[in-house]
C-alpha cells in the first residue's frame, strides 16, 4: 500500500494527452523477446511510419539454449516484419536480471552511448514481473550514469501503469497483432494476442478511439524519482 502511494505521487498525471509519435532515433529496452511488441508495438509501428528509426535491445536470453535459438528467430522475423533497423541482445539469464541490477545498468549505458537515442521505451518500474522491474531500475542507473537527455515512454506488459499519455493504435492494430503472432513459441500457450489488444481496447475508453496504448511519459529526472522510490521499499 505503501508503495502504491508513493507511486501515485510520483507517478500520477491527469489528464491523460493524446500524442502523435513524432520523427526520432528511438530506442525500445525490451526485457524478454516479445515484450518490444506487446507493449508499444503499435506506437512503433506509427514510429516506423513516420520515418523514425527504431531499435530494439533485449536483456534477456531464452530459458535453454534450443529456447533461445528459436526466440531469437522469431525476434528478428518480427524485427522485420515491423521494420526495425537494428536489434541487440545482451543476453543476460532469464529470471535472473534481478541479482545482475548493476552490471545490467552499465550495459545499457553502454547502449545509449553508442545509439544516442532521442527516445526510450521501457518497461514501467513497478510492473509485476521482476525482470521487468530490474531492466527498469538498471535503466535508471545508465540514465544517471550517461546523464542522458530525452523522453522516457514507460510501457505496461504485466501491471498496468498510471499512463498520461496515450497514443491512438486503430490504424496499426493489424501490424501489432502479426508482429505478436510471430513470436509463434510464446503465443502457443498463452492468449497474448487477445490480452494485449483487449487492454489496447481498453485504454481507447478514455481517449474516444478503437485502439490505444497507454504510457507513463517522463523526463530522466522523473524517471529517476520514480526508480528511487522503488529502491527505497
Not at 489488444?197 to 478511439?209: H, K, P, Q, T
Request: glycine share 6%.
Amino acid at each position: 500500500m505503501r508503495l502504491l502511494r508513493r507511486l501515485h505521487r510520483v507517478g500520477h498525471r491527469l489528464p491523460v494527452r493524446l500524442r502523435s509519435p513524432e520523427r526520432a532515433r528511438v530506442l525500445v529496452v525490451a526485457p524478454h523477446m516479445d515484450d518490444d511488441v506487446i507493449g508499444p508495438g503499435g506506437t512503433l509501428a506509427l514510429h516506423r511510419q513516420r520515418g523514425s528509426s527504431v531499435n530494439v535491445v533485449f536483456c534477456a536470453a531464452g530459458a535453454t539454449p534450443e529456447q533461445d535459438r528459436t526466440r531469437k528467430a522469431e525476434a528478428r522475423a518480427a524485427a522485420d516484419f515491423m521494420g526495425f533497423e537494428r536489434v541487440d541482445w545482451l543476453d543476460f539469464p532469464e529470471g535472473g536480471l534481478s541479482p545482475r541490477e548493476a552490471e545490467l545498468g552499465r550495459k545499457l549505458a553502454e547502449v545509449l552511448r553508442e545509439q544516442k537515442p532521442e527516445l526510450v521505451f521501457c518497461p514501467y518500474v513497478a510492473d509485476h514481473h521482476r525482470d521487468h522491474s530490474a531492466v527498469a531500475l538498471a535503466l535508471a542507473a545508465a540514465l544517471e550514469e550517461t546523464r542522458w537527455q530525452g523522453e522516457i515512454w514507460c510501457y505496461e506488459v504485466w501491471s498496468p501503469l498510471w499512463p498520461n499519455v496515450a497514443v491512438d493504435i486503430s490504424s496499426v492494430v493489424d501490424v501489432k497483432r502479426k508482429a505478436i503472432e510471430l513470436y509463434g513459441s510464446q503465443v502457443a500457450g498463452l492468449h497474448y494476442v487477445e490480452g494485449t489488444l483487449g487492454l489496447n481496447r481498453y485504454r481507447a475508453l478514455r481517449v474516444y478511439v478503437d485502439y490505444a496504448e497507454a504510457f507513463f511519459v517522463a523526463s530522466p529526472a522523473e524517471y529517476s524519482e520514480l526508480a528511487r522510490e522503488m529502491n527505497r521499499l
